[in-house]
C-alpha cells in the first residue's frame, strides 16, 4: 500500500516543472547572436582593405578569437538542443518508465520543422554567392557556390562528411547537418539509456571524441578540425542535454532566479573558452570542460524569471523565437553587403551598422516568410511540448 501510495504521488512532484522555460529562449537568443556577431567582426576586420596591415600574429590572434567567439556558441547550442528535443520525452518516462518512442512522427516532425527553411535558405546563399563581385576577399566570403556533387551532399545533410564541401553553400550549415544526425541517433540513444544513465552515456562519447581528436592530429592533421566537429566528436555534448532534460523533470518546478546569476555565468563560460583557446589548454579544455561549463548555465537558465514589462526580456525572447531563421540568414545578409559595399568608403561604423540592419531585416522576412508558416504547420504537434522542441539554431559557428 506504501509503495502504491509513492508511485502515485511521484508524477505530480514532477510534472511540476513548467512546460514551457523561458530560459532556453534566452540562450537561443544570446547564442545566435554571438555567432552573428563572430561572423560580422570576421567580415569587418579580416575582410576590410585594411586588413592587409596587420602584422601576422595579430591576424592570428583575431583569428583565434572569432573561432573561440563562434565555438562557444555552438556548445551552447549542442547542449541545449539535446535538452529541447528529450524533455517531451523525459516528462513521458517521468510518468511511464516503460514509455518508448514513436520514431515515425518523430522524425518526421523533426524534418518538416528543419529541413524546408534550410532548404530555401541554401538556394538564398547560392543565389546570393553568385553574384558577389570577384574582388571580395575569401576571408569575407562565407557563402560560396559549391559543385554539384557539394550541392547534393548539403541536399542529404551529408557534406559534413566531406572535407571539400564541408564548409562550401553557407559556412555555417555543418551545424545544421550534425544536429540532424543527432536526430536519426536519437531513438539509438534512448535504447540505450534503457541500459545505462546518460551521465555514462555522455561520458563513453567524451571519451570517443577526445580519441578522435587526439588521433586526427596525429594520423590526419589535415583533416583534424574537420573530424573534431563532426556528429562522433560532437554528440556527447548533445546527451548532456538529455542528462539536464531528465535532471530537471525529476527536481520539479526550480526557485526563480534573475538575469544576474545566469548572465555571470555565461561571461565565466565565455572567458573559460577564449583562455582555452588563447593559451591553447588543448582539446581536454575546450572539449570537455566548456561544455560541462555549459551544462551549468543550462541548467540555470530553467529557473529565469521573465519580467514581461522588461524590454530587455522581451527582445531576448522575441530573438530567441527567431533564432532559427537569424542564424540561416545572417551569412547571406553580412556577405552579401559586404559585397555591395566593397567599394564605398564608409568606415566600420557605418559598415556594421549595415550589416547588423540588414542582417535583422533579413532575419524578419525570412522568419515571416518561411519559418512561421512551417511552425504554424506543425503547430499541432508541437504546442503540448511548449515549444520547447524548437529548431536549433546552432550554428549554429
Known sequence: ?????????????????????????????????????????????????????????????????????????????????????????ARRLASDPSSALEVRPYLWRRFRRIYPPHLVALIASIAVAALLPAALSTEARLISVPTWPQLALHLLLAHTFSPAAFNSANRVFWTIAVESQFYLLYPLLLLWRRRWPWSRIALALLALSLAMAGTSAELIPSLGWVVRATFAARIWEWVLGCWIAERLVAQGKPSPTGRAPLFAALVLTLGATFAAYFFQAGV?????????????????????????????????????????????????????????ILTSDLSWRWRAALEILGSALLCAIFFRAVEQPFLKFIKPVAATDGRVEAAPAAPRH
Request: charge should be positive; charged fraction near 15%; hydrophobic fraction near 55%.
Open 284 to 340: 581536454i579544455a575546450i572539449n570537455w570542460v566548456g561544455p560541462l561549463l555549459m551544462a551549468g548555465v543550462v541548467i540555470l537558465s530553467s529557473s529565469l524569471t521573465i519580467r514581461q514589462k522588461s524590454w530587455l526580456d522581451r527582445a531576448l525572447l522575441a530573438v530567441g523565437l527567431r533564432s532559427y531563421s537569424l542564424y540561416l540568414t545572417h551569412a547571406i545578409a553580412i556577405t552579401g553587403i559586404a559585397g555591395l
Open 1 to 89: 500500500m506504501r509503495s502504491t501510495s509513492r508511485r502515485a504521488r511521484q508524477p505530480t512532484a514532477r510534472s511540476a516543472l513548467p512546460s514551457r522555460l523561458p530560459g532556453l529562449d534566452v540562450l537561443r537568443a544570446v547564442a545566435a547572436t554571438t555567432v552573428a556577431l563572430s561572423h560580422l567582426l570576421r567580415v569587418l576586420t579580416l575582410g576590410s582593405p585594411d586588413a592587409a596591415k596587420l602584422a601576422p600574429r595579430a591576424w592570428d590572434d583575431l583569428n583565434v578569437g572569432f573561432y573561440a567567439l563562434g565555438a562557444w556558441a555552438v556548445s551552447l547550442f549542442f547542449v541545449v538542443s539535446g535538452l529541447c528535443i528529450h524533455l517531451p520525452m
